[in-house]
């Protein structure tokens, strides 16, 4: 209920930003906008009262929908999720502008015969049954401080001043140019920090055409929006600009984050704390044509501490896409150590075939299979090699 209210609260704020943008902008258009009619029509009257629906439902409404149906096994024990879920997506524009976006994504999801896997390693084994679980929810402003600007002002920084708030992808490393909902190979933010997204808030947007950057304050809860007396956290990114992935294939960049955060209960004997944390990390993907495919490789490096303990992580991924988009392969070594808790290190393996991949990701369908042999555990780590079948559709 709580959500339902916080989603409609959120909508009705997007609509209402929306309308007061294109308001502005049509009295800059037209000098006799001040100048009201004394009586509106009736009509006019129809139009208005149907205009919250049509801002939220009419024009860049998109609805997507989710199954995925996954079987892993490991020390000759096995287990089994399954799920349906959706994914609404929502942008406000003008004649001229995108003024606001919208993204929430959920699933009803069951497990049966929990075993850790990398896309659902932090999820709580005792759970049984159906059960609701939300993804994204966050919203997007574009060009917050144009009200204040001049039109020469406004011209010179479009892009340059969004802010976000809600809860997605932890902006440390290359999460968040890539959407890793779907796919069994994960990057390493989840292992890092005990989660994969978090709830915050902050600005993004275009230094120049050369850089990107991300600053945020997040709760550093996880999974719920909760506070137990962390301080949150602080992050920073700096990311190459848009024009190098499209020109040369190259991303990348640095980020710093610092606070407190909450340990994750399972890995921290059932018991939620505050835990003083710092990262400091760079990351690249490059794309490179081959012949009959496409080969991408990334990585993700970082260094900092928990507490007094220092944290050390790399990730090393490479992936090969054949030119008819019909199948793939992908490779990923990963390898993360704690002071006095050991080292967790493993390699995996995975082919893909599509169904259906096209570019722009709204459309994908596909069957996965995945293997995960560690190379070197932790106390808490897994035992022995994991096996993992994927269904996934996403339409």
């Known amino acids: 209920m709580k959500l339902r209210v916080i989603v409609l609260a959120f909508l009705a704020g997007c609509t209402l930003y929306a309308q007061q943008s294109a308001e502005a902008n049509e009295q800059e258009k037209d000098p006799f906008a001040d100048v009201k009619e004394s009586a509106p029509s009736p009509t006019a009257d129809a139009q208005s009262q149907r205009s919250w629906s049509h801002y939220i439902f009419g024009d860049n409404f998109g609805f997507r929908r989710e199954i995925m149906s996954q079987f892993n096994t490991s020390d000759g024990r096995g287990g089994s999720r399954q799920s349906v879920g959706f994914e609404v997506l929502k942008k406000?524009?003008?004649?001229?502008?995108?003024?606001?976006?919208?993204?929430?994504?959920?699933?009803?999801?069951?497990?049966?015969?929990?075993?850790?896997?990398?896309?659902d390693r932090m999820t709580d084994p005792t759970a049984?049954?159906?059960?609701?679980?939300?993804?994204?929810?966050?919203?997007?402003?574009?060009?917050?401080?144009?009200?204040?600007?001049?039109?020469?002002?406004?011209?010179?920084?479009?892009?340059?001043f969004n802010f976000r708030a809600g809860r997605f992808y932890v902006p440390f490393g290359l999460n968040l140019q890539t959407d890793t909902h779907g796919t069994v190979l994960q990057l390493s933010n989840e292992s890092n920090f005990g989660f994969e997204r978090d709830w915050y808030t902050g600005f993004w947007g275009a230094i120049n055409q050369h850089l990107?950057?991300?600053?945020?304050?997040?709760?550093?809860?996880?999974?719920?929006?909760?506070?137990?007396?962390?301080?949150?956290?602080?992050?920073?990114?700096?990311?190459?600009?848009?024009?190098?992935?499209?020109?040369?294939?190259?991303e990348g960049g640095a980020s710093a984050i610092a606070g407190e955060r909450l340990t994750n209960p399972m890995m921290n004997a059932g018991i939620e704390a505050p835990l003083a944390t710092k990262r400091y990390g760079i990351d690249a993907r490059y794309r490179r044509a081959v012949p009959n495919g496409l080969l991408t490789f990334s990585t993700e490096l970082s260094r900092g501490r928990d507490a007094r303990d220092t944290i050390r992580n790399q990730l090393y991924q490479a992936e090969y896409l054949h030119s008819s988009r019909r199948w793939g392969l992908g490779a990923?070594?990963?390898?993360?150590?704690?002071?006095?808790?050991?080292?967790?290190?493993?390699i995996i393996g995975e082919f893909t075939f599509y169904l259906k991949n096209d570019v722009g990701n709204s459309n994908l369908h596909w069957i996965k299979f995945n293997v995960e042999q560690p190379l070197e555990q932790?106390?808490?780590?897994?035992?022995?090699?994991?096996?993992?079948?994927?269904?996934?559709?996403?339409w």
């Open 92 to 119: 406000w524009s003008t004649a001229t502008s995108t003024v606001a976006s919208f993204n929430f994504q959920g699933r009803f999801v069951r497990r049966d015969g929990y075993r850790p896997v990398q896309n």
């Open 128 to 160: 049984g049954g159906w059960t609701f679980e939300y993804h994204n929810f966050y919203g997007d402003l574009y060009n917050v401080f144009n009200p204040v600007l001049s039109d020469a002002q406004r011209r010179a920084n479009v892009g340059r």
């Open 212 to 250: 990107n950057y991300d600053a945020y304050y997040l709760t550093g809860s996880g999974y719920d929006l909760k506070y137990k007396g962390q301080s949150g956290l602080g992050v920073v990114r700096i990311s190459l600009g848009n024009r190098y992935s499209t020109q040369y294939g190259l």
């Open 332 to 346: 990923q070594y990963r390898d993360l150590s704690r002071d006095g808790m050991g080292r967790d290190s493993s």
């Open 378 to 394: 932790s106390p808490h780590g897994l035992r022995g090699a994991v096996f993992a079948l994927q269904y996934y559709f996403y």
